[in-house]
Nanobody
């Protein structure tokens, strides 16, 4: 089992910055990748950014050049969000993918609200 705790959300003006953090605990030794998803009201949850244990990253087109995902250590991942836009407003969820033999397990955090508004 993996437990995830997110922090760093809040209210910010357009053009501002926020940094989200996600701390993992439990069976972290088999985490293959971690990432951030977001879900805005009335919309489906979507991938924002992900990073593998080999530090390969992937970003949604809408955040490329503005957001940066980093893996601080084996149990913490951060998302630096710059030049925030109102359309970035959503609940942001941390995801950890744990691989055991051939089975992939997904673990989700509880979510943290990001609101971009003047």
């Amino acid at each position: 089992q993996v437990q995830l705790v997110e922090s760093g959300g809040g209210l910010v003006q357009p053009g501002g910055s926020l940094r989200l953090s996600c701390a993992a605990s439990g069976s972290i030794f088999s985490i293959n990748a971690m990432g951030w998803y977001r879900q805005a009201p009335g919309k489906e949850r979507e991938l924002v950014a992900s990073i593998t244990s080999g530090s390969n990253t992937n970003y949604a087109d809408s955040v490329k050049g503005r957001f940066t995902i980093s893996r601080d250590n084996a149990k913490k991942v951060s998302l630096q969000m710059n030049s925030l836009k109102p359309e970035d407003t959503a609940v942001y969820y941390c995801l950890a993918k744990r691989v055991v033999l051939t089975t992939v397990y997904d673990y989700w955090g509880q979510g943290t609200q990001v609101t971009v508004s003047s």
